[in-house]
């Protein structure tokens, strides 16, 4: 990173004018220079999709040419940002702040997670803030230091390009947080269930619904860390391959 402020890029999955993305585009100008492409409406969990069968479009919503809606999916807002907007890559991509939880093994599913993978990806700093809450009035304004901070040190060279931190801040007070916990992502399962909504032409609709289960035991996890009102932060690497499982298997390799 240069003297020049950096190049902030800022999205989401629950769309532009949702309130978390518009208070993280308030702090991120406070660090640097600030893009935002970020879907024009709800696009939840669209975990790394892309739109290959469909043309996208962007459109500016200010003056300046800073501010876009894309009709497509979170990742498809990072990679468009990156060819057609940004003026080079930008020092950091930051991701929120969503409206619900993204820890557990629902960060397979999180469009704001995937769209900081995408960052890695494409080879910059990547940071997804997630708020387990789901109300209209937040308060995120508790939280500005601490995102602010974090953000700073991610662009003073402190995590590495290939690795996106996944934050979740618990849905309590901030004068109730305790602090900050370095986790691994928590094991969980949706029990799910389909509600039949209605039978038109002969095509049955139905509607999504489930519950979430998580392991509350192990200390060292974000689904821990958040129950006890704890800020988690999960370092993800986009490199899916289990070592242990690899080494275990390698008795398997011969030559053909």
């Known amino acids: 990173m240069t003297n020049k402020r950096p190049i902030i890029l800022v999205t989401n999955d629950d769309g532009y004018l949702s309130q978390g993305i518009k208070f993280l585009i308030r702090v991120m100008r406070e660090i640097g220079e600030v893009f935002v492409v970020a879907p024009e409406s709800n696009r939840s969990g669209m975990s790394h999709a892309m739109t290959l069968y469909n043309d996208i479009y962007i459109q500016p919503v200010n003056d300046n040419n800073h501010d876009f809606i894309c009709s497509g999916t979170p990742v498809d807002c990072v990679k468009i940002a990156v060819n057609k907007i940004l003026p080079r890559l930008p020092d950091l991509c930051v991701s929120g702040i969503n409206h619900g939880s993204n820890h557990s093994i629902n960060a397979l599913y999180s469009g704001t997670l995937h769209a900081a993978l995408e960052g890695a990806l494409q080879g910059f700093k990547s940071i997804s803030f997630s708020h387990l809450s789901y109300a209209k009035d937040i308060d995120f304004n508790s ?104 080494h275990k298997l390698k008795y398997l390799e011969r030559d053909f």
């Open 143 to 246: 939280f500005r230091d601490f995102i602010k901070t974090l953000s700073l040190n991610a662009l003073a060279d402190n995590i590495s390009n290939d690795v996106v931190l996944n934050v979740n801040l618990p849905d309590t007070i901030y004068s109730n947080i305790k602090g900050v916990r370095i986790c691994s992502q928590a094991k969980g399962k949706w029990t799910e269930h389909f509600e039949n909504t209605k039978i038109v032409d002969n095509k049955t609709f139905y509607s999504i619904k489930g519950q979430f289960q998580t392991d509350l035991t192990n200390k060292d996890t974000d689904s821990w860390a958040l129950e006890n009102n704890f800020i988690s932060i999960v370092p993800i690497n986009i490199n899916c391959t289990d070592f242990h499982m690899y």
